[in-house]
């Protein structure tokens, strides 16, 4: 059983460490396919956030959102990014540091929320 529970923790570390190093590459490639303008290249890099954005955790959330709102803030993928900001609880949003994110991107962030909100509410106040 020990060497069960030591296998597992040694295939899990792997993936683990990979994804985030996977993210912080993605992170600086955006950074770089943006400064020289490498469109394919930052294409590539937005359709591999699309893919992996359900789930990346909330830090690796906001890194990428904080380098895709430098190169393309008005990309699809960026919207999927904030919306998956906007989903988040109250409590997790206050603990990121959203003065490295730019203020349009930040005020996205809460719009939705707010809008989600109210949507609730009006679903809410109909059921009953």
């Known amino acids: 059983f020990a060497s069960e529970v030591r296998t597992t923790r040694v295939t899990s570390n792997p993936t683990t460490t990979q994804s985030l190093k996977e993210v912080q590459n993605v992170s600086l490639v955006m950074k770089l396919a943006s400064k020289f303008d490498m469109r394919p290249v930052m294409a590539r890099c937005e359709q591999y956030v699309a893919r992996t954005a359900p789930t990346l955790d909330r830090h690796r959330l906001f890194q ?16 999927l990014l904030v ?46």
């Open 83 to 128: 919306d998956r900001l906007a989903g988040m609880k109250e409590d997790e949003l206050n603990e990121m540091q959203f003065h490295q994110m730019p203020g349009d991107v930040v005020a996205e962030v809460y719009s939705h929320k707010i809008k989600r909100r109210t949507e609730r509410r009006k679903r809410f106040c109909c059921i009953m």
């Open 64 to 79: 990428v959102t904080c380098a895709l709102s430098h190169c393309d803030p008005n990309s699809s993928t960026m919207s």
